[in-house]
């Protein structure tokens, strides 16, 4: 299946009415991301990350940038439960709907860490941290699309999950792919390893809430090779160096690499319950998307469903310890 042809400014139809939340919004795709959208007239952006005043920053470059003046700024560290449990609040406590929720923010081969409750800080923010935010704001994505009539007001809500190829990388993830009994531990494997097991977590999450909840679209993306902040200097030694060195000679911009979630958060959804269809050009929930549009069929771990139960349980218990409402 060949690459969609899509540019944000020309396909990205009028979003008046609708919120979005991008999670790491302040830079890389989730900076364009919030770009993109603003173009488009929402009745509001939700741009969520940890460092304050770099966010208040990046929203006041960007109401400058597009002229949409209400791109409104929601902290959350998505290493800490107590956090995204506040932002959680904060955005219910002014908003009645949600649109289209961005699960964006990630880091990669970080310094051997734990999350503040405890779990290894790759897969605590890429996974455990959203878990819990897609949680707490389900309850007012299903209203949302239950909303929708037939006499205009047309909901139809999106969830979209920054993932990776990685997730495909069967070589680099844990023996039997996921190793949940590990993530209390700051260093049980290599660091691309803990980033590969994370963005498996990501798409194997996606395929459970999509089935789970038909009504809503959810889908998981490669961005592409980005060149973005991920790969830190100060964390993960040698890989993070040659992920930065690779970067120069192949990478995209952000722009480019926004692309496939913008897609899939606002093209034409597929009439397809099948992710693996591939002969209608809309989104199809419970896909896997690579750039730009494009279905990457699932296979190896990412395919097996003993491993989508298995984190779908395991992360309901642990939110449950946390104060996790449980799933709608």
């Known amino acids: 299946m060949a690459p969609t042809p899509f540019e944000p400014a020309r396909d990205i139809p009028s979003l008046t009415g609708k919120v979005a939340l991008v999670t790491g919004g302040n830079a890389g795709i989730g900076k364009a991301t919030v770009r993109a959208l603003a173009y488009h007239s929402p009745k509001a952006i939700y741009l969520c990350g940890r460092r304050h005043e ?41 908003e009645s709907r949600l649109d289209l929720l961005f699960l964006n923010a990630g880091v990669a081969s970080v310094a051997p860490t734990l999350t503040k409750e405890g779990y290894e800080a790759q897969f605590g923010i890429n996974h455990v941290g959203h878990a819990l935010l897609t949680q707490l704001l389900l309850p007012v994505l299903l209203a949302t699309q239950a909303a929708s009539t037939s006499g205009g007001d047309v909901r139809d809500v999106r969830v979209v999950l920054t993932s990776s190829n990685a997730a495909f990388a069967g070589a680099a993830l844990p023996r039997g792919g996921l190793a949940l009994d590990a993530m209390r531990t700051p260093d049980p494997f290599a660091p691309f390893t803990l ?67 913008l897609w899939c958060a606002t093209a034409k959804r597929s009439t397809s319950t099948k992710p693996g269809h591939t002969g209608d050009a809309g989104v199809v929930s419970g896909a896997f998307y690579v750039p730009v549009g494009k279905l990457q069929p699932y296979k190896g771990a990412t395919a097996k469903q003993e491993l989508v139960d298995a984190l779908w349980d395991w992360t309901t218990e642990e939110l449950a310890k946390h104060g996790g409402p449980g799933w709608a």
């Open 54 to 94: 770099a966010c208040e920053a990046t929203a006041a470059a960007l109401r400058q940038e597009t002229g949409y003046e209400n791109i409104v700024v929601l902290d959350m560290d998505l290493s800490s439960l107590k956090s995204v449990k506040t932002a959680a609040a904060a955005f219910l406590g002014r």
């Open 195 to 261: 980033y590969a097991h994370s963005k498996l977590a990501n798409a194997l999450f996606a395929r459970r809430l999509a089935a789970d909840y038909p009504s809503l679209s959810v889908t998981a993306v490669q961005p592409g090779v980005v060149k973005s902040d991920i790969w830190g200097k100060g964390a993960g030694g040698f890989f993070s160096l040659i992920m930065r060195t690779v970067m120069r000679f192949v990478w995209v911009d952000i722009d480019e690499g926004a692309k496939t979630q």
